[in-house]
T-cell receptor, first 110, second 111 residues
């Protein structure tokens, strides 16, 4: 069974610091990896996608993928209060969609 | 650009009543379509996916069914709701192999 594991948190980070979110996945054939942000009561929105080993940067966000370790991470630099949300890690690539983790609740302290 | 709409946004239904949630996608052809459910304290659970008209795959045994009568329309149904059907239902779409995009979601409370 495909699984994506995340620490549920809450993860509390001071404003301006770096927030580090991690996840591991079980299905070695997964080719696509995603980070979604979900505000309370809202649907998930895409933050980053990553398909190959290494780092991918987009503004304040950096996604890291290590397929050998089956590990994906998201770094948020210069964290802002508006970054407070639940972050969902997802893995997949086939027609059956993505497998999601339960999410990490991130709190940015002003 | 592509957009996805689902409705209704919220509904409160008694146990044993029927359910119909509808989703449409605009601006793309032959998308993969998905229904996910997010229950309190749990992650996103894939309920159904469809790769084409009339083609439905179910991920988990349940009290729900799905249909895809048109290329960009996806419907989630139940004949008799259970309390355990309560949750946040999300329709989603993608082009195969690419990012999945979600609709606004439908909050269902079964009472």
């Amino acid at each position: 069974q495909k699984e994506v594991e995340q620490n549920s948190g809450p993860l509390s980070v001071p404003e301006g610091a770096i927030a580090s979110l991690n996840c591991t996945y079980s299905d070695r054939v997964s080719q696509s990896f995603f980070w979604y942000r979900q505000y309370s009561g809202k649907s998930p929105e895409l933050i980053m996608s990553i398909y190959s080993n290494g780092d991918k940067e987009d503004g304040r966000f950096t996604a890291q993928l290590n397929k050998a370790s089956q590990y994906v991470s998201l770094l948020i630099r210069d964290s802002q209060p508006s970054d407070s949300a639940t972050y969902l890690c997802a893995a997949g690539g086939g027609a059956d969609g993505l497998t999601f983790g339960k999410g990490t609740h991130l709190i940015i302290q002003p | 650009s592509q957009t996805i709409h689902q409705w209704p946004a919220t509904l409160v239904q008694p146990v044993g009543s029927p359910l119909s949630l509808e989703c449409t996608v605009e601006g793309t052809s032959n998308p993969n379509l998905y229904w996910y459910r997010q229950a309190a304290g749990r992650g996103l659970q894939l309920l159904f996916y469809s790769v084409g008209i009339g083609q439905i795959s179910s991920e988990v045994p349940q009290n729900l069914s799905a249909s895809r009568p048109q290329d960009r329309q996806f419907i989630l149904s139940s004949k008799k709701l259970l309390l355990s059907d309560s949750g946040f239902y999300l329709c989603a779409w993608n082009i195969p192999g690419n990012t999945i995009y979600f609709g606004e979601g439908s909050w269902l409370t079964v009472v």
